[in-house]
């Protein structure tokens, strides 16, 4: 319906853990795993997804759906749009934090690496602050056919996802990593994220209180 409906891109990622409407619903060994939870990303105008969302509401049984506003900035080795300019912080000088995401494909390659793979190992060498790449089960990106898991698959063809969240004014440089390395194909795009916090073993970084974004 999303490729029919004209979006960008789309990525299923396959949940093991989660609830709805209080019932736990979770992977297990012995088990089909049919009431497992999915969750499905995609992107495209606005116009777009509000067409599509009532085809998927009458589908699909009582999904869940959020929306946000995100910026495509490259499509297919196209740069379709500079990156968004943003201040680090609001005016009561809380941070604010850019999400750029890479979409792309296990047999997506650059430098003989897949391009999930080489976009975490750059990231770590430039020093971004932690990148995460997620393994979809099925989606597509641009005009490309849907592509996935099959049982008959000696190779898998499935849909990756990479993450980096980070200060706008560090943004654009991440931004020039994801770039080099999707030449011919790959969906990015940036997306304002109003709070965000990151703890570990001495590391407290960010916190939770919400800035506020100013619309331009």
Do not use: C
Request: charged content about 30%.
């Amino acid at each position: 319906m999303l490729r029919r409906g004209g979006l960008d891109g789309a990525t299923v990622l396959l949940g093991v853990d989660g609830t709805l409407d209080g019932a736990r619903r979770r992977a297990r060994f012995f088990s089909a795993n049919a009431e497992v939870p999915v969750m499905v990303i995609s992107t495209g105008p606005s116009g777009l997804i509000g067409r599509v969302i009532p085809e998927l509401r009458a589908a699909l049984d009582e999904p869940l759906m959020t929306l946000e506003r995100v910026q495509v900035l490259k499509r297919d080795g196209e740069i379709v749009a500079d990156l968004e300019q943003l201040p680090d912080s609001d005016e009561r000088g809380m941070s604010l934090w850019r999400k750029l995401m890479l979409y792309s494909s296990e047999q997506a390659r650059f430098g003989g690496h897949p391009v999930h793979v080489e976009a975490i190992r750059r990231l770590r060498r430039e020093g971004a602050p932690g990148a995460t790449a997620l393994r979809g089960v099925w989606g597509f990106d641009g005009l490309h056919d849907p592509h996935g898991d099959a049982f008959w698959r000696l190779r898998r063809s499935v849909p990756t996802l990479t993450v980096v969240v980070d200060a706008p004014s560090r943004s654009r440089r991440w931004l020039a990593v994801l770039d080099e390395i999707t030449p011919e194909r790959g969906l990015i795009t940036s997306e304002v994220v109003p709070a965000f916090r990151a703890t570990g073993p001495d590391i407290r970084h960010g916190g939770l209180r919400l800035a506020n974004r100013r619309e331009g």
